[in-house]
Each structure stands twice: as C-alpha cells, then as structure tokens.
C-alpha cells in the first residue's frame, strides 16, 4: 500500500474524531436534563463514537479479513470485478449522499414545525444565521452518526456479496474444490470472530431507529394531521432497505455457500479424494452460518420476523388515545 492510501485513513480518522468532540462537546454543555430525547440522541452519539474506536482497534483483523478473499480472485471473471467494482462505488455514494441529506431534511423539518430541534437557546427559525448554524450542527450530528454505523452495513453487505459472487458453481479438480472448500471454513469462523459483534450493533441501533421513526409518523399523522411523515417515511424507508441489503447479501453469501458444500458430496467416493470426509462436511453445516454475535442467525426469515414486529408495534400504538401519543412524543 502507498503511502498516499496510507494517509486518507488517517485523516478521515482525524475528522470524525474532532467532529465528534464538537458535537458531544454542544451536547453535553447545552444540554436540557428534562428534554429527554437529547439525553438519548447523545447516549447514541457516544455509541456512534465507542463502535467506531471498536472498528478502528479492530483494523488490523479486518484488514486480514480482507486479505482472505484472496482465494477467490482466480474465481472472478473480468465482468464479475467490474460490477462488482460498479456495485462498491454506489455503495459508498449511497453512504455520501444519506449523509449529507439528513441535515437537509432535519432542517426542513425544523422549518415545517417553527421550531429548533436542538439543544440551544436560538429561537428564531427564520434567521438565516441560525439555520446555517443549524444546518451544519445536524451535518456534524449526521456525520457522526452515519459514518461508522452505515459503513459498517456497507463493508459486511459488500463482503458477503463478493463471497457469493465468487462461490458460484464452476468446473473445479477435486483438490482445488476441497482447497477452496477449507478456506471458505476458515473464512467464516474468521467472520464471526471480527464482524458478528458489529453487525448486532447495526441491528440494536436500525432497530431503534425504526420504533422511534414509526413513533413520530404516527404523531405527524394523528395528533398534527402534517405533512411531515414525507420526511420521517424517508428516514424509515431508508434504514429498512439498509438493513435488507445486509440482510439479503448474508442470505445470498450462506446458500452460496451451502450449494457449493453441497457440490462436495460428488468428489468424496473419487479414489484419492481424502481431504474432506463425508462426516466433516455434515459437521461444517453449523458452522457455515452468519450471525449477529450469535444471538440470531442472519437469513431472510429474519427480515420476516422483524417485518411482523413492525407490523404489531404500529398496531399497538394506533390503539392509544390521540392526546397520550402526543403528550410522549413531545
């Protein structure tokens, strides 16, 4: 590696940090003991900033994690790279633009309902001064929450893709399948090892999000009858189809893998065929699987069990009186 690569992580570290300090520094300062919802958005902030020390201590394993992918490289036709290539740029546009289109939308927000969403005592919504204040506290805000939990879900949804991708069947000798076979293994426990437990960081935190999204729609609609939930449904409709990318790749990258242990049991009776037996590729089948830190597995049945959560969670607060929701909302 350059040293010009070298240097842009460095940087790009150096920015989130100091924007970190900024922003925790407002918050903490400013800070209203009895707004509740601000003692809440800065307790995520510092677990925004706690995952991303965890991820930046945890570098070198993942730059080992990446270095293991080296094994499907001969497996990668020219016209697999360049879409892969393609779908990585998006990827990170997606994470770009999400991140500079939040302060956009919290700022109409703010201007729709005349009043600053923030922890200081500005009042004017109308003073230009003031929105561009605000414009680039949420920018700040924004940065710091997206940048580590978005490029997290990008990294492991990008991951699991190429691993699909480069397990799909081909015409492969014995030895250079069961070859190939040992270090998809090896690749799967290494993993579970560094990423599961950030991938359970991404879905407590998607998680909360969407409850608390789903929470204020519903306020917009029965309590304000506005127009807001066209931004608050963004916002959802955004983390939704985030954590269905990660969800579907990891889906994709286990029956992948799956289909292609299962393309073994043909070469295990060829004479000299003694690498893997018949009873290690029935074990393997448990540990060929992606999970989030182990508490849950990570396949579609996921996406349906939290889809129906969603469902029953909306159902629950329709059922509350209008003035209840909107005494808790605000």
């Not at 939990?149 to 492969?172: D, H, M, P, Q």
């Not at 299962?262 to 018949?278: D, K, V």
Request: with cysteine.
């Amino acid at each position: 590696m350059s040293e010009t690569h070298k240097r842009w992580p460095t940087i790009f570290a150096f920015v989130y940090n100091i924007n970190a300090v900024v922003i925790l520094s407002l918050q903490m300062y400013y800070i209203n003991p009895i707004q509740w919802n601000h003692i809440l958005e800065t307790s995520l902030n510092f677990a925004h900033l706690a995952m991303w020390w965890a991820v930046w201590i945890k570098k070198k394993h993942i730059c080992v994690l990446v270095g293991k992918l080296k094994f499907l490289e001969k497996e990668l036709e020219y016209l697999d790279r360049k879409k892969l290539v393609k779908v990585s740029r998006a990827a990170v546009s997606c994470v770009i633009v999400l991140t500079c289109l939040y302060p956009i939308l919290w700022l109409m927000r703010c201007m729709y309902f005349k009043r600053l969403n923030w922890p200081f005592e500005l009042a004017s919504v109308h003073d230009q001064n003031v929105l561009f204040l605000k414009f680039m506290y949420d920018f700040g805000n924004a940065y710091l929450s997206c940048g580590a939990t978005f490029s997290v879900a990008t990294f492991y949804t990008l991951y699991c893709f190429i691993l699909a991708t480069g397990l799909r069947l081909k015409k492969r000798s014995p030895l250079q399948a069961f070859t190939m076979y040992k270090d998809v293994v090896h690749l799967f426990k290494a993993i579970e090892n560094t990423l599961s437990f950030f991938v359970l960081l991404f879905f407590a935190y998607t998680f909360s999000k969407l409850f608390k999204d789903i929470y204020i729609i519903l306020y917009a609609v029965r309590v304000r009858s506005s127009k807001y939930p066209l931004i608050g449904s963004f916002e959802l409709f955004t983390h939704v189809i985030w954590m269905a990318m990660m969800i579907l790749s990891a889906d994709l990258a286990q029956k992948a893998t799956e289909v292609f242990r299962l393309s073994l049991y043909e070469y295990i009776h060829l004479p000299g065929c003694f690498e893997c037996p018949f009873n290690r590729l029935m074990e393997d089948r448990k540990c060929l699987k992606l999970t989030a830190w182990g508490v849950f597995q990570i396949n579609k049945s996921l996406f349906l069990g939290i889809t129906t959560w969603i469902f029953t969670y909306s159902v629950v607060l329709l059922q509350f009186p209008q003035d209840s929701v909107g005494t808790k909302a605000q």
